[in-house]
């Protein structure tokens, strides 16, 4: 991932489980980037949002279809989404 600076890494905008890291993309803030955490490859899919995210996380469940990730964004409201099946929703 280029333009991506150690400086700008902290807990809201970088998440770990046992199958992918996700990153939100310090270029373009309103999308998450998905890796492989096996491969270290970017995942097909990624999250998108329309206005900036400010802060997510990744579940911590076993099964890797039933991975989830829950963001805030720049008007703090709070979404929910599958992360290789991205539909967005607001909780």
Not at 48 to 73: G, P
Request: negative net charge; aromatic residues 4%; hydrophobic residues 40%.
């Amino acid at each position: 991932m280029s333009g991506l600076r150690v400086e700008f890494l902290n807990k809201r905008h970088l998440s770990v489980s046992g199958d992918c890291l996700a990153l939100i993309d310090p270029m373009k803030p309103s999308i998450v980037r998905v890796f492989d955490i096996l491969t270290g490859k970017a995942s097909n899919t990624h999250i998108e949002h329309s206005t900036e995210i400010i802060e997510m996380d990744l579940n911590q469940i076993e099964m890797a279809s039933e991975r989830k990730m829950c963001f805030v964004d720049s008007n703090r409201d709070m979404f929910l989404t599958k992360v290789h099946k991205p539909e967005v929703q607001k909780i």
